[in-house]
């Protein structure tokens, strides 16, 4: 029995290399890639699974990229239920310059999903939450999903009374309606939710106690990089700081951090612990090279430092 469920519906086989230097209109020969499977709630299932959660992602699967997802999955013992659809699953790639140290990610689109694999999505994610303790939508939708959809998925959610945490961004974040548990969105997120910019700590906290008045959720955890993060409730406000670690990539940080706060929660953590422990598997994320995700040994000496600094 999987304790978290993850949907995904758009997701990506995630390819990460190397080169020396990028330069323009030439053949640019890469180093070894490594393949990962991606999305927003892929990459959660997978952290989870990786803090020794059992967890189970949901998502549509089409063409060579859908199949090597599944495969990979399998092999990392993350278990799912992959819809097939007609179309193609999309891919990712993120190459790394070392003469430089930047990264370049190019996302491409994802494949246009019908409503009749709308609904199968829809489903297979229901039948998958009934004896799950949280079910986690995340990522972007791709084409052919109205901006309203995971407003559908917080239908089937309150049906089961199971807990959906949301982690989106854009149209369909703004459409998503009420029903949420926990949401976690990035301050530029947050602007776009309370619809004016945010210009200092104060109004950072009453446009967190904007989306818990509104209904929009019962927990707000506002990703703020650097800052660490804030933890909005309708009861309080706690501004819980980052911990500095040397960067190799930000790529799965914010996944890796939502998987942390929900592993948390089930090792009977308190919220304010819960996300002290979020914040600790995204800092682990960002030591990982390429699309890796976090560590169960970093994890848990990060969140044991931050525990010390109290």
Request: net charge negative; charged share 20%; hydrophobic share 40%.
């Amino acid at each position: 029995m999987a304790k978290i469920v993850t949907l995904t519906m758009n997701p990506a086989l995630d390819i990460a290399t190397s080169i020396e230097r990028i330069v323009p209109d030439r053949k640019l020969r890469c180093d070894t890639p490594r393949y990962d499977p991606g999305g927003g709630g892929i990459n959660v299932a997978r952290a989870v699974h990786a803090l020794g959660v059992e967890s189970l992602a949901v998502f549509p699967a089409g063409g060579a990229a859908g199949e090597l997802i599944s495969h990979l999955l399998r092999q990392e013992g993350v278990g799912y239920n992959a819809v097939p659809i007609s179309g193609f699953t999309r891919e990712s790639l993120n190459v790394a310059e070392r003469e430089s140290g930047q990264q370049y990610r190019f996302i491409l689109p994802g494949p246009e999903i019908d409503g009749r694999d709308q609904q199968r999505c829809l489903d297979a994610l229901a039948g998958a939450a009934v004896d799950a303790d949280y079910v986690v939508a995340s990522g972007s939708l791709p084409r052919g999903i109205p901006e309203d959809f995971y407003a559908r998925v917080g239908e089937i959610t309150g049906r089961l009374g199971k807990h959906l945490i949301l982690d989106t961004s854009g149209p369909a974040l703004r459409h998503a309606g009420a029903g949420v548990y926990l949401l976690k969105p990035s301050l530029g997120e947050l602007e776009g939710l309370v619809g004016h910019p945010i210009r200092d700590e104060r109004e950072e906290e009453d446009a967190a106690r904007t989306l818990i008045e509104q209904g929009r959720c019962e927990i707000a955890v506002v990703s703020l990089g650097a800052r660490g993060a804030l933890l909005a409730t309708r009861q309080s406000i706690e501004r819980l700081p980052a911990l500095q670690v040397a960067s190799k990539t930000a790529v799965g940080a914010g996944d890796s951090m939502l998987a942390g706060i929900l592993v948390g929660l089930i090792r009977g953590l308190s919220l304010s612990e819960a996300t002290r422990f979020g914040i600790a598997a995204g800092a682990a994320a960002l030591l990982a090279a390429g699309t890796q995700l976090c560590r169960l040994d970093d994890v848990e000496r990060l969140y044991q430092e931050s525990v010390n600094a109290v």
